[in-house]
């Protein structure tokens, strides 16, 4: 029965862990001072990148994206940093313009940045 009981802590406590949202700002306050933590600093370019480009590029970027786009992966920093950014100002791209838009839209140019490095290792 202490087993189960064991058990239960381990689980609650793993459910609190996981709770947190990107999105949300947690607070700390140390005496007068109050210090503000955003998930989202903690966010990497492996994780950007898994969840907004694997889908269609692959793990490795050794996919052609929706069976028309050029293979990522084996790319210079600077080749990929000039598609992102051109991507996201809309000078770059054809038929894949509007939804890659539409994807590098939703990071700020730091994230676009760890985005490239990690592609970049590729």
Not at 46 to 70: F, R, V
Not at 92 to 104: A, H, L, S
Request: glycine share 10%; charged share 30%; aromatic share 10%.
């Amino acid at each position: 029965m202490e087993h189960l009981h064991i058990f239960q802590i381990i689980i609650i406590a793993i459910m609190f862990l996981g709770c947190s949202k990107v999105d949300t700002e947690q607070k700390n306050i140390l005496g007068a001072q109050e210090i503000k933590l955003t998930v989202k600093e903690s966010k990497s370019g492996e994780s950007i990148y898994l969840s907004k480009c694997a889908p269609c590029h692959g793990l490795y970027g050794e996919k052609n994206a929706l069976g028309k786009s050029q293979v990522i992966a084996g790319w210079r920093e600077e080749k990929i940093k000039t598609v992102l950014f051109g991507y996201k100002d809309g000078s770059y791209g054809r038929e894949f313009k509007e939804m890659m838009r539409g994807q590098i839209s939703q990071l700020d140019d730091e994230e676009i940045e760890l985005v490239v490095e990690y592609i970049s290792k590729f």
